[in-house]
Protein backbone atom coordinates (compact mmCIF):
# COMPACT_ATOMS: atom_id res chain seq x y z
CA UNK A 1 0.00 0.00 0.00
CA UNK A 2 2.95 2.37 1.04
CA UNK A 3 4.58 1.47 -2.37
CA UNK A 4 1.00 2.11 -3.98
CA UNK A 5 0.73 5.74 -2.09
CA UNK A 6 4.38 6.76 -3.18
CA UNK A 7 3.89 6.23 -6.54
CA UNK A 8 0.42 7.89 -6.50
CA UNK A 9 2.16 10.75 -4.80
CA UNK A 10 4.87 11.40 -6.07
CA UNK A 11 6.98 14.88 -5.96
CA UNK A 12 6.03 16.07 -8.88
CA UNK A 13 1.84 15.04 -8.45
CA UNK A 14 2.23 16.73 -4.99
CA UNK A 15 3.75 20.28 -6.20
CA UNK A 16 1.18 20.21 -8.33
CA UNK A 17 -1.40 19.74 -6.45
CA UNK A 18 -0.24 22.09 -3.96
CA UNK A 19 0.28 24.79 -5.89
CA UNK A 20 -3.02 24.92 -6.55
CA UNK A 21 -3.76 24.85 -3.11
CA UNK A 22 -1.54 27.76 -2.82
CA UNK A 23 -4.14 29.65 -5.15
CA UNK A 24 -6.95 28.63 -3.27
CA UNK A 25 -5.44 29.93 -0.08
CA UNK A 26 -3.85 33.35 -1.80
CA UNK A 27 -7.56 33.95 -3.15
CA UNK A 28 -9.61 33.53 0.41
CA UNK A 29 -7.10 35.25 2.41
CA UNK A 30 -7.26 38.22 0.40
CA UNK A 31 -11.16 38.01 0.02
CA UNK A 32 -12.11 37.39 3.76
CA UNK A 33 -9.41 40.56 4.56
CA UNK A 34 -10.77 43.15 2.03
CA UNK A 35 -13.98 41.83 2.79
CA UNK A 36 -14.04 42.28 6.49
CA UNK A 37 -12.72 46.09 5.88
CA UNK A 38 -15.60 46.78 3.89
CA UNK A 39 -18.41 45.25 5.56
CA UNK A 40 -17.20 46.83 8.44
CA UNK A 41 -17.56 49.81 6.83
CA UNK A 42 -21.22 48.69 5.05
CA UNK A 43 -22.29 47.54 8.43
CA UNK A 44 -21.40 50.90 9.96
CA UNK A 45 -23.16 52.92 7.00
CA UNK A 46 -26.05 51.17 6.99
CA UNK A 47 -26.15 51.46 11.35
CA UNK A 48 -25.37 54.87 11.76
CA UNK A 49 -24.81 56.98 8.20
CA UNK A 50 -27.52 59.73 6.71
CA UNK A 51 -30.41 58.11 5.23
CA UNK A 52 -29.00 58.32 1.41
CA UNK A 53 -25.95 56.69 2.67
CA UNK A 54 -27.90 53.73 3.86
CA UNK A 55 -30.02 53.34 1.21
CA UNK A 56 -27.21 52.79 -0.93
CA UNK A 57 -25.44 50.45 1.26
CA UNK A 58 -28.79 48.09 1.91
CA UNK A 59 -29.06 48.12 -2.19
CA UNK A 60 -25.04 46.82 -2.78
CA UNK A 61 -25.72 44.06 0.57
CA UNK A 62 -29.54 42.95 -1.03
CA UNK A 63 -27.60 43.09 -4.40
CA UNK A 64 -25.56 41.08 -3.63
CA UNK A 65 -26.68 38.76 -1.00
CA UNK A 66 -29.62 37.78 -3.03
CA UNK A 67 -27.71 36.84 -6.35
CA UNK A 68 -25.14 33.68 -6.58
CA UNK A 69 -21.76 33.44 -5.76
CA UNK A 70 -21.09 31.32 -8.70
CA UNK A 71 -22.57 33.80 -10.79
CA UNK A 72 -20.21 37.17 -9.67
CA UNK A 73 -17.06 34.39 -9.99
CA UNK A 74 -17.81 34.19 -14.23
CA UNK A 75 -18.87 38.11 -14.31
CA UNK A 76 -15.89 39.14 -12.63
CA UNK A 77 -13.94 36.62 -14.66
CA UNK A 78 -14.92 37.62 -17.86
CA UNK A 79 -15.72 41.55 -16.85
CA UNK A 80 -13.24 42.93 -14.12
CA UNK A 81 -9.95 45.22 -15.44
CA UNK A 82 -7.22 43.32 -13.36
CA UNK A 83 -4.58 41.36 -14.73
CA UNK A 84 -4.96 37.82 -13.65
CA UNK A 85 -7.24 35.19 -13.46
CA UNK A 86 -7.24 34.61 -9.53
CA UNK A 87 -7.14 37.97 -9.01
CA UNK A 88 -10.52 38.68 -11.17
CA UNK A 89 -12.26 35.64 -9.01
CA UNK A 90 -10.93 37.20 -5.69
CA UNK A 91 -12.45 40.78 -6.48
CA UNK A 92 -16.09 37.96 -7.12
CA UNK A 93 -15.65 37.03 -3.59
CA UNK A 94 -14.69 40.29 -2.06
CA UNK A 95 -18.04 42.01 -3.62
CA UNK A 96 -20.20 38.78 -2.78
CA UNK A 97 -18.64 38.49 0.85
CA UNK A 98 -18.29 41.92 1.74
CA UNK A 99 -22.28 42.10 1.76
CA UNK A 100 -22.30 39.18 3.83
CA UNK A 101 -19.64 40.67 6.00
CA UNK A 102 -21.84 43.53 6.25
CA UNK A 103 -25.19 42.03 7.66
CA UNK A 104 -22.65 40.20 10.21
CA UNK A 105 -21.12 43.59 11.97
CA UNK A 106 -24.58 45.17 11.25
CA UNK A 107 -26.38 42.17 13.60
CA UNK A 108 -23.47 42.91 15.92
CA UNK A 109 -24.13 46.35 15.94
CA UNK A 110 -27.79 45.86 17.04
CA UNK A 111 -27.05 43.74 19.84
CA UNK A 112 -25.28 46.72 21.43
CA UNK A 113 -27.05 48.55 23.77
CA UNK A 114 -28.00 52.02 23.01
CA UNK A 115 -26.93 53.27 26.60
CA UNK A 116 -23.50 52.56 25.55
CA UNK A 117 -23.78 55.30 23.40
CA UNK A 118 -24.95 57.86 26.15
CA UNK A 119 -22.35 56.71 29.01
CA UNK A 120 -19.82 57.20 26.17
CA UNK A 121 -21.42 60.99 25.32
CA UNK A 122 -20.87 61.78 28.89
CA UNK A 123 -17.29 60.64 29.22
CA UNK A 124 -16.71 63.36 26.39
CA UNK A 125 -16.76 60.33 23.86
CA UNK A 126 -17.35 61.96 20.12
CA UNK A 127 -19.25 59.31 17.73
CA UNK A 128 -16.20 58.33 15.96
CA UNK A 129 -14.64 57.58 19.16
CA UNK A 130 -17.78 56.13 20.43
CA UNK A 131 -17.54 53.63 17.80
CA UNK A 132 -13.88 53.08 17.52
CA UNK A 133 -12.82 52.38 21.07
CA UNK A 134 -15.94 51.21 22.77
CA UNK A 135 -18.45 49.94 20.18
CA UNK A 136 -16.46 48.22 17.73
CA UNK A 137 -14.51 46.16 20.18
CA UNK A 138 -17.59 44.96 21.75
CA UNK A 139 -19.51 44.27 18.09
CA UNK A 140 -16.46 42.14 16.78
CA UNK A 141 -16.14 40.13 20.29
CA UNK A 142 -20.29 39.18 19.42
CA UNK A 143 -19.33 38.13 15.63
CA UNK A 144 -16.23 36.39 15.80
CA UNK A 145 -17.95 32.99 15.70
CA UNK A 146 -20.39 34.07 12.82
CA UNK A 147 -17.70 35.80 10.88
CA UNK A 148 -15.98 32.82 11.09
CA UNK A 149 -18.74 30.23 9.85
CA UNK A 150 -18.92 32.55 7.15
CA UNK A 151 -14.96 32.49 6.31
CA UNK A 152 -15.16 28.50 6.11
CA UNK A 153 -17.92 29.18 3.36
CA UNK A 154 -15.34 31.61 1.47
CA UNK A 155 -12.74 28.48 1.42
CA UNK A 156 -14.54 26.05 0.21
CA UNK A 157 -16.57 28.77 -2.27
CA UNK A 158 -13.14 28.82 -3.92
CA UNK A 159 -14.30 25.54 -5.47
CA UNK A 160 -16.23 27.70 -7.77
CA UNK A 161 -12.92 28.83 -9.48
CA UNK A 162 -12.56 25.43 -11.16
CA UNK A 163 -15.62 26.46 -12.92
CA UNK A 164 -13.34 29.38 -15.08
CA UNK A 165 -10.51 27.13 -15.69
CA UNK A 166 -8.76 29.12 -12.88
CA UNK A 167 -5.60 27.00 -11.52
CA UNK A 168 -6.55 26.16 -7.97
CA UNK A 169 -6.75 22.94 -5.82
CA UNK A 170 -9.84 21.54 -7.45
CA UNK A 171 -9.32 22.80 -10.97
CA UNK A 172 -6.02 21.27 -10.39
CA UNK A 173 -6.99 17.72 -9.19
CA UNK A 174 -9.58 17.40 -12.52
CA UNK A 175 -7.22 18.41 -14.41
CA UNK A 176 -4.61 15.69 -13.41
CA UNK A 177 -7.43 13.07 -14.67
CA UNK A 178 -6.59 14.30 -17.99
CA UNK A 179 -2.73 14.33 -17.84
CA UNK A 180 -2.26 11.44 -15.39
CA UNK A 181 0.01 9.58 -18.12
CA UNK A 182 2.34 12.29 -19.00
CA UNK A 183 3.30 12.68 -15.31
CA UNK A 184 2.89 9.43 -14.22
CA UNK A 185 3.83 7.11 -16.70
CA UNK A 186 0.66 4.72 -16.66
CA UNK A 187 -2.95 4.79 -17.35
CA UNK A 188 -5.34 6.24 -14.35
CA UNK A 189 -7.48 3.85 -12.44
CA UNK A 190 -10.01 4.28 -10.33
CA UNK A 191 -8.51 4.05 -6.95
CA UNK A 192 -5.90 6.93 -8.42
CA UNK A 193 -9.11 9.35 -8.65
CA UNK A 194 -10.69 8.70 -5.24
CA UNK A 195 -7.32 9.04 -3.50
CA UNK A 196 -6.54 12.38 -5.60
CA UNK A 197 -9.85 13.71 -4.80
CA UNK A 198 -9.48 12.11 -1.34
CA UNK A 199 -6.33 14.30 -1.08
CA UNK A 200 -8.01 17.54 -2.00
CA UNK A 201 -10.89 17.40 0.70
CA UNK A 202 -8.56 16.69 3.16
CA UNK A 203 -6.29 19.84 2.73
CA UNK A 204 -9.87 21.46 2.74
CA UNK A 205 -11.04 19.92 5.98
CA UNK A 206 -7.73 20.34 7.75
CA UNK A 207 -8.47 24.48 7.49
CA UNK A 208 -12.19 24.06 7.77
CA UNK A 209 -12.13 21.58 10.82
CA UNK A 210 -9.11 24.28 12.71
CA UNK A 211 -11.24 27.38 11.76
CA UNK A 212 -15.00 25.03 12.94
CA UNK A 213 -12.76 23.82 16.19
CA UNK A 214 -12.28 27.72 16.30
CA UNK A 215 -15.39 28.60 15.87
CA UNK A 216 -16.70 26.25 18.69
CA UNK A 217 -14.43 27.44 21.23
CA UNK A 218 -15.65 31.08 20.71
CA UNK A 219 -19.01 29.84 20.96
CA UNK A 220 -18.24 28.13 24.49
CA UNK A 221 -16.56 30.86 25.37
CA UNK A 222 -18.83 33.58 24.57
CA UNK A 223 -21.72 31.45 26.70
CA UNK A 224 -19.54 31.18 29.48
CA UNK A 225 -18.85 35.10 29.28
CA UNK A 226 -22.81 35.94 28.88
CA UNK A 227 -23.76 32.85 32.06
CA UNK A 228 -21.60 35.05 34.31
CA UNK A 229 -22.75 38.42 32.90
CA UNK A 230 -26.37 37.17 33.65
CA UNK A 231 -25.75 36.05 37.39
Known sequence: MLDYLSGLFTPTILVYLLKGFGITMKVAAIAILLSIIIGAILGLVRSYAPKPLKKLAGAYIEWFRNTPNLLWVMVCFIAAPLPSDWARCAMAYVLFTSAMMA?????????????????????????????????????????????????????????????????????????????????????????????????????????????????????????????????
Open 103 to 231: EIVRGGLNSIPKGQFEAAHSQGFNMVGTLWYIILPQCFRQIIPTMLSQIITVIKDTSFMAQVAVAELLFRTKNLMSIFYNVAGRQITASDVFLLFGFAMLLYFAVNFTLSCIVRYLQKKNSISGERVAR
